[in-house]
C-alpha cells in the first residue's frame, strides 16, 4: 500500500487526505497533494504567505507568522498529519484499516453517516436513460484531441481513463463528465454503457 496522500485546496485551503496519490489525483486539479514534508516544502504553490493562511484556515490558534518557511511547513505538516481519509470510489477500501487505530478512534456509524462519522454530501440523482448504470471505456488511450474545440469530450473521456474500471453514470457526471460527451463516445465506440 502507497502512503497517505495528503491533499491541500489551494482555494478553499481544505485539507483531505486519500490512501494513496493515485487516489488523490483522480479527485481533480487545484490541490497540493504531498505524502511527506519534504514534497510539501518543495510544492512551489507553498509561499510563506499560503503557508501562514492553511495554518490559520486549519489550526485552532492562529498565527501572524513563522520565523521561516521551513518553520511554517513543519507546523503545517504536523497540523494535518492526524487528518482520516477520505473514502472514494477508487481506492480499494484500504482506508478500513485505518479506523480503529490510535490516531483514528473508531465512531458508530449513525443513520446517514459514514463509518468515519461523516454526513455525505448530498448529490441529486441525474435522471435519464443512464441513470443507474455504470460506464465502461472500450479503449485504452483517450481517443479526442487535447488542444482542439473538444477539449471538454478529451477532458470527459479521461475521467473514465483514470478511474481504469467500469464507474458509476452518477458519479462520472458529479466529477464533471458531460453527457453529451458520453453519447458521442458510445457512438464512436470508446465506451460502453451496461446496467449495474
Known amino acids: 500500500m502507497e502512503n497517505k496522500c495528503y491533499a491541500i485546496n489551494l482555494k478553499t485551503l481544505e485539507v483531505k487526505a486519500y490512501v494513496s496519490k493515485k487516489a488523490a489525483q483522480t479527485q481533480g486539479n487545484g490541490s497540493a ?85 461523516i454526513k455525505p454530501k448530498k448529490v441529486s440523482k441525474p435522471r435519464g436513460t443512464f441513470a443507474g448504470k455504470m460506464i465502461r471505456p472500450l479503449v485504452k488511450e483517450n481517443p479526442r484531441k487535447v488542444n482542439t474545440k473538444e477539449v471538454c469530450g478529451y477532458a470527459s473521456f479521461q475521467l473514465l481513463l483514470r478511474h481504469g474500471a467500469a464507474m458509476p453514470y452518477e458519479y462520472y457526471i458529479k466529477e464533471g463528465g458531460r453527457l453529451q460527451d458520453l453519447k458521442w463516445d458510445i457512438d464512436h465506440e470508446w465506451a460502453e454503457v451496461y446496467d449495474a
Not at 492562529?62 to 470510489?89: A, C, H, M, Q
Open 33 to 117: 497533494l504531498f505524502t511527506n514534508m519534504e514534497e510539501l516544502c518543495e510544492d512551489r504553490n507553498m509561499s510563506t504567505s499560503k503557508i501562514i493562511d492553511i495554518y490559520n484556515h486549519n489550526a485552532d490558534k492562529p498565527v501572524k507568522k513563522f520565523s521561516d518557511r521551513k518553520t511554517g511547513i513543519k507546523r503545517v505538516f504536523n497540523l494535518v498529519e492526524d487528518t482520516p481519509i477520505t473514502e472514494t470510489y477508487w481506492d480499494s477500501g484500504e482506508y478500513n484499516a485505518k479506523i480503529g487505530s490510535k490516531k483514528t478512534p473508531q465512531v458508530e456509524a449513525l443513520p446517514g453517516m459514514t463509518p468515519l462519522g
